[in-house]
Structures are given as structure tokens and as C-alpha cells.
């Protein structure tokens, strides 16, 4: 399905593909991984043509269709489910013709070629995905002006997940979902027909939404089949049989070498040792196995431990305006050597409850109590945007060590990964994996009590997080976790509490109850949402509770859909009254009477949804 042949590419004369090559199948889910910095959002570029190789190419057959998630978060006054609809190009394309199509046989092509598409069931699809990735009912009909960023990027991915392309790229796609959204979107990504390449740093995700993974390794690609686990596993064994061939050959040269250089001047050898020399020049030499390592995180442990409770909360509430909780009745402690993690959807109040751990918000009522001198390191991903743009590693470390010299500064920080590369260089010019080990720095400097991580992982690379988990499993204090990333949820806290319903309570259950808990869901409003077939939706749970002027819009629209679908059977009737067609045409009749006896059936649908819409009116 996908071809890539002979890639090669340089940025600023650094080169990042080297004629790069892979053959990915048709309906595969691959997963693409390397390092940061390797190249890897480059490649996508290249598939897409938003960047031209300087060598090599990449294709796929004619008719398939490559889309990707937008750059640009979309925004104005257009509904989220109406910008979700619009990522089907063919089917918008379609209902815009069919809204001025008169020529009868046209009209049976464009209403054939919908029913081909499903084009039916596209507003509960297009809900269904919504809903996957966190949006209420009343949010998929709110404008997407009225969204944050990252909410809008997540508009941006269901409407390239509803365009179902014949082959989607995917950058990070869990970036800006929660646990919840990332769960379904682990599920979606599994029975999606076609063929995904996905960058993902996400292990659990690679293990058990794609089926083979593309590594991105010194320039070039190479294909390996099953998930992440089995990926590294044959990795290493091709690694280890690489290091024994390269000691078998290195010996084989050696006894070569040693016999030249023994009888290459002795003339009843030298034929034989001028033979071996050219056997040694023809010797393809095996490459030595470069380990990349990941350089460590390291959070000291406090200095001095603090008896338990470190902090207890008694019926506590917290929010941001007065009078008005985001979350109440919070009765919970904890213990110097708990590890929790918070699950619960974007906007059900983790980050709120974090920033009432460290002090950002005050309790509003109840109590929150802990000992004066328990200190909290905090890390969240809005910080990478609040580094000074102009500060450099270094100048964080002066202020953080003002009474050290400059040798033991830099000394620090070559310990914890910012070499003289990098600790020169300014904040504007650090990559987000950089930014976040400066930030994680920042924030464990002082060796808190309790380290509070808010999505720690994004922009982290595989064996980044490998050594993020080490570094909180090493660290003696207690840890608040929130990330979206369940191996590292599963690998690094031992408790769960869930934030849901306006409070915090523990979750009895494990990852795998939580992941059923949230599919299970899903599927429940996957079946609210079913719509009737045609283009009359099934009204949401927020057209159902509609003020007096949209239930007006809802009617005048019920009204305009009648008097359209009226039009197509008018023009079919005509096409039909004339007896010549079933002599000369019969298909074509045929397919003329079946498509009127279906516009029959919307006829009827869309009339009761406006004596519905009536009915409700009169009994506002």
C-alpha cells in the first residue's frame, strides 16, 4: 500500500534519511519509532509531499487517498460535529451536489454512491468518535471558537479518523488526549479498516494497537513485524548476533592479518599471503553495535522523611471562584511512600486537585492539613511554555546553585543530561524532550517531599520514559501521577484514585477494570448515538433540552430537508412518467424506482421529526 524508496534528506545539512526504504502492507497498523530528533515527524512530511526528498520517493497506488491530522487547530463558529462531518471531502462534496442536482439520472448516482459510503450514518459516526475522545453533546454542537487549543486539536484528529483515508498518519496522537480519550483511541485504531503509520512513543499503545513497527535508526528504515515488545526483542537478538559475527570476523582478520604479515615476504608463500591479502580487503566489516544510551533522570529523595499523614483532607473543596467547587467533599490522606495515580477525564478536576496539593489553590471549605515543613515539587507540560525564552540550562542551574562555582554547575548538569551542547544553548532553541528534563530538573531540585507529575511523558521518546520510570521508582518521597500513558501508570504507582462526579475517591480496581470501565461506556454512547438512516439525524441529548429559538431553527430546518427531499421525488416522478424508460433503459428504471421508494421512507422520517419538534414547541 505504502512505498517508500530510497529516501534521502537533509535539514540545514544535517542528514536525516540516507535512501531509506520500507514496504508497508496494506491494512497494516505500523508504528514508527526512533529517537528524538531522528526524523521521524520528517518522514511523514515527505509521504504527504508537504516537503520534496532529495532522493528517492514515496507513493502509494493511484485511487488511495493519505490524510493526516490538520496543523492548524480548526476554529470559527462551525459546530464540532459539523467540522468533524466536513473531513469526508466526498461525502460534503456529494451532499453539495445533491442539494442542486435535477438531472434525474445524477440524482440516482450521488444518492447510489452515499449509500455506498454510509453516508447515512455519518452524524452518529462522526458522534460516536466525538464522544471517544471526550466531547459531550452539548460540546459537539458548541462552535469550536469557543474550545482551548489542545481541544481543538482533538476536533483536528476525529475529523481525520471520520475521513477514514486508505492511509492515515498519525503524530503523536495521544498528546493532547487524556487516559480516557487515549484508551478509545487504542480500541479505534485496532479495527480501523486501512493502513495506519503512527509516531508514538507510547509503549502500551505500540503494543496493542499496531501489528508491526518501523524503526528509524542512523538514516535508515527497517520493518519488523508485531507489537513494540516483540520489536525490542528482536532487536536485541540481532544486536547480540551482529557483536558475535563482528568477534568471529575480527578474529578471521586477525589470523589473516598474522599470516600476511608473517610469509608475505617469504617467496615460497607469497603467493598464498598475497591471496589472504586480497580476502582481507574484500572482508565487508561488520559494524560495531553503538548503544545511544538515554542519559538518566535523578529526583533526590528528601533529606528529612516527615512522619505520616503528609497531607490529610477532611471533606475539602477547591475550585476558582467562590461559591463554585470544582471539587468538595475530598476526605483522603497521604503517605510518605504512596505512588497514585489519578485517572478520570480531562476536566473532571486532576489538575485542579494537583494544584490544591501544592499550594496553588487554597481550600475552600473543610481541611486540608500537613506538617509546615512539607515541601512539593511540581511539574506540568504548560510549564515548557512559561521557560524563558533567552535563559539557558545553565543560567536555571546559577540561580538554583548561586553559591557554587561554575565548574560545579556545569559538573551538575553533565550529570543529568545537559552536556556543553546543550547547556549553553537558550530555551527557545531546546526541543520539547530538553524543555521537559529541564523542567523535571527545576521541580525536584530541592528533594521534595512529594513530587506531583502532570503528564510527565509527552515529548519523551521511548527509552526516555524507560528511564523517567526509574528515576520515580528510585525517589523516596511520595508521587501524584496524571498521564494518559498507562505503562507508565502500571510500571510506577501502586494506588489509583479517580477524580469523577466533583470529588476524589480511591478506585477499587486495577488498569485493566478502568480500561473496561471506559469502553464499556463508549459503547453505551455509541448506541445512544445511532441515528436513523438518511440526512435527518436522530436529535442529541442537548437538541432534546433546546431553548424556544433553536427549537424555531431546528423546525425552519426539518422544513427546508421535507421541501428537498419533495424536489428529488418530484424530479424522479417526471423521470418515471414517461413509460419509453422501461423499455429502453430498464436498469435504470429499476434503480430510479428504488431510490424514489428510499426517499419515501427520509420523506416520512423527516416528517415525524418536525411534528416532534412541534409537539415539543407547543409543550415548551
Not at 557483536?243 to 570476523?249: C, M, P, Y
Amino acid at each position: 500500500m505504502l512505498h517508500i524508496n530510497g529516501l534521502t534528506y537533509r535539514i540545514g545539512g544535517r542528514l536525516l534519511l540516507d535512501g531509506a526504504s520500507a514496504a508497508l502492507p496494506a491494512g497494516h497498523k505500523v508504528g514508527l519509532v526512533g529517537r528524538n530528533g531522528t526524523g521521524k515527524s520528517t518522514l511523514l512530511k515527505l509521504i504527504m509531499g508537504e516537503l520534496v526528498p532529495e532522493a528517492g520517493s514515496a507513493s502509494v497506488p493511484r485511487s488511495a487517498r493519505i490524510g493526516s491530522v490538520a496543523q492548524e487547530a480548526p476554529g470559527g463558529e462551525a459546530s464540532l460535529i459539523d467540522t468533524v462531518l466536513a473531513g469526508d471531502r466526498e461525502r460534503a462534496a456529494l451532499l453539495a451536489e445533491a442539494e442542486t442536482a435535477h438531472d434525474p439520472h445524477r440524482i440516482a448516482e450521488i444518492q447510489t454512491r452515499l449509500a455506498d459510503i454510509d453516508a447515512h450514518s455519518a452524524p452518529a459516526r462522526a458522534a460516536t468518535i466525538l464522544a471517544g475522545l471526550g466531547f459531550t453533546p452539548e460540546q459537539q454542537d458548541g462552535p469550536c471558537a469557543a474550545l482551548s487549543g489542545g481541544w481543538r486539536m482533538r476536533v483536528a484528529l476525529a475529523a481525520a479518523l471520520f475521513g477514514a483515508p486508505d492511509v492515515l498518519l498519525l503524530d503523536e496522537p495521544t498528546n493532547y488526549l487524556d487516559l480516557e480519550g487515549a484508551i478509545w483511541l487504542k480500541s479505534y485504531i485496532r479495527d480501523y479498516p486501512h493502513t495506519i503509520l503512527m509516531v508514538s512513543h507510547d509503549r502500551d499503545f505500540l503494543n496493542d494497537a499496531v501489528d508491526a513497527i518501523l524503526h528509524l535508526e542512523q538514516m535508515k528504515l527497517t520493518l519488523y513485524a508485531g507489537n513494540y515488545d516483540s520489536f525490542e526483542r528482536q532487536r536485541r537478538e540481532q544486536q547480540a548476533l551482529s557483536v558475535k559475527l563482528k568477534k568471529k570476523q575480527d578474529e578471521q582478520r586477525a589470523h589473516m592479518q598474522a599470516y600476511v604479515d608473517r610469509f608475505r615476504y617469504k617467496a615460497s608463500k607469497a603467493r598464498q599471503a598475497q591471496s589472504r591479502l586480497k580476502a582481507l580487503a574484500k572482508l565487508e566489516p561488520i559494524a560495531d553495535v553503538v548503544e545511544d544510551r538515554v542519559a538518566p533522570f535523578d529526583f533526590p529523595s528528601p533529606e528529612k522523611p516527615l512522619a505520616p499523614p503528609l497531607v490529610r483532607w477532611d471533606k475539602a473543596s477547591v475550585g476558582y471562584e467562590p461559591g463554585k467547587p470544582v471539587l468538595r467533599g475530598i476526605s483522603l490522606r497521604l503517605d510518605p511512600d504512596d505512588r497514585i495515580a489519578l485517572l478520570g477525564a480531562n476536566g473532571n478536576g486532576k489538575s485542579t486537585f494537583a494544584k490544591l496539593l501544592c499550594g496553588k489553590l487554597q481550600a475552600m471549605a473543610g481541611e486540608m492539613a500537613h506538617p509546615a515543613r512539607l515541601t512539593v515539587g511540581y511539574f506540568a507540560q504548560h510549564q515548557l511554555d512559561e521557560l524563558k525564552p533567552d535563559w539557558t540550562p545553565y543560567d536555571y542551574m546559577a540561580k538554583l546553585l548561586p553559591e557554587a562555582t561554575v565548574a560545579q554547575r556545569r559538573a551538575r548538569l553533565g550529570a543529568l543530561g545537559f552536556g556543553s551542547d546543550f547547556a549553553d544553548t537558550v530555551s527557545a532553541k531546546l526541543s520539547g524532550g530538553e524543555k521537559a528534563r529541564l523542567l523535571f530538573l527545576m521541580a525536584s531540585f530541592h528533594a521534595p517531599h512529594i513530587l506531583v507529575l502532570d503528564e510527565p511523558t509527552n515529548h519523551l521518546d521511548v527509552d526516555s520514559r524507560e528511564a523517567l520510570i526509574l528515576a520515580i521508582n528510585d525517589y523516596e518521597g511520595a508521587v501524584i501521577l496524571i498521564s494518559h500513558d498507562r505503562h507508565i501508570i502500571e510500571t510506577s504507582a501502586d494506588r489509583l484514585w479517580l477524580v469523577n462526579d466533583g470529588t476524589v475517591r480511591p478506585y477499587d480496581g486495577d488498569m485493566d477494570d478502568y480500561t473496561a470501565l471506559v469502553l464499556s461506556r463508549a459503547r453505551s454512547a455509541q448506541r445512544r448515538d445511532k441515528a436513523p438512516r438518511a440526512d435527518v439525524p436522530a436529535p442529541s441529548a442537548a437538541r432534546r433540552r433546546a431553548s424556544p429559538a433553536q427549537l424555531r431553527k431546528l423546525i425552519q430546518e426539518a422544513e427546508a430537508t421535507i421541501d428537498k427531499i419533495r424536489e428529488k421525488i418530484a424530479i424522479l416522478d417526471e423521470a418515471l412518467s414517461d413509460h419509453t424508460i422501461y423499455a429502453e433503459e430498464p436498469q435504470r428504471a429499476a434503480d430510479f424506482s428504488r431510490l424514489r421508494t428510499r426517499l419515501a421512507d427520509d420523506l416520512d422520517l423527516a416528517e415525524t421529526r418536525w411534528l416532534e419538534l412541534h409537539d415539543e414547541e407547543a409543550h415548551g
